[in-house]
């Protein structure tokens, strides 16, 4: 088992940065992909990003290119997600995940979830 706890959101205005973090226990960190995905008021949850578990390779979606940045710290068992230039579109609750790859998880195959963090953007 995996436990990820997230924290870091709130309310931001638009053009303002956030960053969330996600603290893992349990099973060895280093073993698995970390990523992030996002959940709107009536929409389906969407992937958002994920690392590999060295964190050499990422896979971010169209929507967050160039705003956001992943980044871990395997000493730590923490995952980041860094939020820049953040739109309205943007508010939703963020969920950690983690899963064996992470090409897989960006299709969304995920094998643990965090609880969720809100995220509010107002314009």
């Known amino acids: 088992q995996v436990q990820l706890v997230e924290s870091g959101g709130g309310l931001v205005q638009a053009g303002g940065s956030l960053r969330l973090s996600c603290a893992a226990s349990?099973?060895?960190?280093?073993?698995?992909?970390m990523g992030w995905f996002r959940q709107a008021p009536g929409k389906e949850r969407e992937f958002v990003v994920a690392?590999?578990?060295?964190?050499?390779?990422?896979y971010y979606a169209n929507s967050v290119k160039g705003r956001f940045t992943i980044s871990r710290d395997n000493a730590k068992n923490t995952v980041y997600l860094q939020m820049n230039s953040l739109k309205p579109e943007d508010t939703a609750v963020y969920y950690c995940?983690?899963?064996?790859?992470?090409?897989?998880?960006?299709?969304?195959?995920?094998?643990?979830w965090g609880q969720g963090t809100q995220v509010t953007v107002s314009s």
């Open positions: 995940a983690a899963a064996p790859l992470a090409i897989s998880m960006s299709h969304g195959d995920v094998d643990y």
């Open positions: 349990g099973r060895t960190f280093n073993n698995y992909a």
């Open positions: 690392s590999s578990p060295s964190g050499r390779i990422t």
